[in-house]
């Protein structure tokens, strides 16, 4: 699909990726639905697209939501649905770092509904629309850990592993119908979302990051190519591969990692909205 024929529904919208992303695909020509928590946030965000790329108003809208509300989304879904979505973006997520043991369940019930059930079921509730739809997409923003795991985000890998499986085994599934399914997995990527002790995590094992605009960029690529999924940055484009293909031999770079984690401790998750 051509940027310029697609009306796209983002969450997480008011983050570093999810505005990036929703400015690049307004200049791509979109039309964008906002789609966060924070009402005030989201009418900021709007105003400085408008001024950024230009469009007009009429191309932007905003949804305030709680993914983690039965309600919420089944009100989003049916706003979507008389706006005329048909590209649904899931970049809302909520980080998860520190050993497993510092973890309490409730913060890794918490990320799991996030990063996970909310993409899940917010994509079943829209889902009837988008098959209406001379063609639709969705695409789950990820992250390259949901390929490769790395000791200090067992949690979070948990989440995009189960989200890139979501989108495969959906792709599939909908392989006949309008709708296509595609999965973004960027790699550390410069922004909030992203606490002080993981950018200390970063720095002690050599973890390069890009800035949100490059991700947005392979976003809109991504839309344009139809591609079932697409990796961010190099090594981790090729070790997604090669952890696919045979994992335990990767098993024996990460000892850096896992030492440094040793005298980490828990980070309370921030919902990105």
């Not at 983002?10 to 695909?25: K, R």
């Not at 924070?38 to 939501?65: D, F, I, K, N, Y």
Request: glycine letters at 10%; proline letters at 5%.
């Amino acid at each position: 699909m051509k940027a310029a024929n697609a009306r796209v529904v983002i969450t997480g919208a008011a983050g570093g990726i999810g505005a990036a992303s929703a400015e690049a695909l307004l200049k791509a020509g979109a039309a964008v639905m906002l789609v966060g928590r924070s009402a005030s946030r989201l009418e900021e965000l709007a105003s400085q697209l408008g001024r950024s790329t230009g469009a007009h108003p009429a191309r932007v809208a905003c949804r305030v939501a709680d993914l983690t509300q039965p309600k919420d989304l089944d009100s989003l879904s049916a706003q979507a649905a008389v706006w005329g979505c048909n590209v649904l973006v899931h970049n809302a997520g909520l980080p998860s770092f520190g050993r497993l043991q510092d973890q309490t369940p409730e913060q890794m019930t918490a990320a799991l509904q996030i990063n996970l059930l909310a993409p899940m079921l917010l994509t079943r509730c829209l889902l009837p629309h988008l098959l209406a739809q001379q063609a639709a997409q969705v695409i789950c923003v990820g992250s390259a850990l949901g390929a490769i795991g790395l000791p200090g985000f067992s949690v979070y890998s948990a989440g995009k592993f189960g989200l890139r499986g979501f989108a495969q085994a959906l792709r599939r599934e909908l392989a006949e119908t309008p709708v296509a399914v595609q999965y973004l997995g960027p790699r550390t990527t410069k922004t909030a979302f992203n606490s002080e002790a993981v950018e200390a995590y970063n720095r002690a094992t050599g973890t390069a990051s890009d800035r949100p605009e490059q991700v947005a960029a392979e976003l809109v690529a991504l839309l344009e190519s139809g591609d079932g999924e697409r990796f961010v940055g190099f090594p981790e484009k090729f070790a997604a591969r090669l952890n696919g293909l045979a994992p335990a031999l990767l098993d024996g770079s990460f000892k850096r990692h896992s030492r440094h984690l040793q005298a980490t401790g828990h980070v309370r998750p921030v919902l990105s909205s």
